[in-house]
Nanobody, 129 residues
């Protein structure tokens, strides 16, 4: 059973920064495509950023481009999302996700929920103006 545990959310003023972490209970010998999504109550889950299993490819949604950075610790597979210059519109529950074996992602477009098999419980990010 794959488990993903997010942390690092909180409340911050506009212009501030937060770093989200996602600790997976994944075998380190296996590399997974991973991604961050976010969801506002009453709306669908939207892709924020994705990273390839070897870390060589990343992709971002246009609304976080040049503000957020996705990265992964290769030693323990912990996933990060560095969020800078936060805006009130970034307020949402943030989820990390991992893709199971099989299939192919091209990393030319933001991640979509249906491509991912394992999900964390989410961490809330609130940005005040």
């Amino acid at each position: 059973q794959v488990q993903l545990v997010e942390s690092g959310g909180g409340s911050v003023q506009a212009g501030g920064s937060l770093r989200l972490s996602c600790a997976p209970s994944l075998p380190t010998y296996r590399r997974y495509s991973m991604a961050w999504f976010r969801q506002v109550a009453g709306k669908g889950r939207e892709g924020v950023a994705g990273i390839s299993p070897d870390g060589g490819a990343t992709v971002y949604s246009h609304f976080v481009m040049n503000r957020f950075t996705i990265s992964q610790d290769r030693a323990n597979s912990t996933l990060y999302l560095q969020m800078n210059n936060l805006e009130p519109e970034d307020t949402a529950m943030y989820y990390c996700a991992a893709k199971g074996p099989g299939g192919f992602l091209d990393y030319t477009s933001p991640p979509v929920p249906s491509d991912y098999d394992y999900w964390g419980q989410g961490t809330q990010v609130t940005v005040s103006s």
